[in-house]
């Protein structure tokens, strides 16, 4: 149990802010954008509100954390959806949500921000083999938007530095 504690101390003072701020930033930000249920939100906000000065650094990074994490994503459904194929015979069920994404296609995944439906959105987006490229432009588009939204918000209604 000695070595379990000292490798999570370890890991816990690695990802420590802000000596690592940025990158940690991208590690959760790329974390929370896969099926797993974590906000990285605060680890963004956290910093800004250590060193204001890195509010823009911190966005686009987390952007593009958050971003790749949807990448990964979509390739898990894809890839699912071709093990689904090899395996099952069956037609897939017409199921509204699936025709709403089909008919908006890559335009949809500008919603991938949502919390509880924007990371399974882009799964279900590489399981219907929505193009790539276009995917992961409206996923940074709106991941963007989601972190400048929030972090300036917070900083609007909590202002000032935190001083340790």
Do not use: Q
Request: glycine share 10%.
């Amino acid at each position: 149990m000695g070595n379990l504690d000292a490798w999570m101390a370890a890991l816990l003072a690695w990802l420590a802010l802000p000596r690592f701020g940025l990158s940690t930033v991208f590690v959760v930000a790329f974390i929370s954008a896969t099926l797993l249920p974590l906000g990285s939100e605060p680890a963004v906000i956290g910093l800004v509100k250590l060193d204001p000065a890195l509010f823009w650094p911190a966005v686009l990074v987390a952007t593009a954390g958050n971003t790749a994490g949807g990448a990964v994503t979509w390739w898990v459904g894809y890839g699912a959806e071709r093990a689904y194929e090899r395996v099952s015979h069956h037609t897939p069920r017409d199921a509204r949500a699936l025709r709403w994404l089909e008919r908006f296609g890559a335009k949809a995944c500008l919603l991938s921000w949502l919390p509880i439906v924007g990371d399974p959105l882009c799964a279900v987006a590489g399981w219907l083999r929505l193009p790539f490229w276009p995917c992961v432009g409206y996923m940074a588009i709106g991941k963007f938007a989601r972190y400048l939204t929030m972090t300036a918000g917070f900083l609007w209604f909590f202002p000032g530095r935190y001083v340790p």
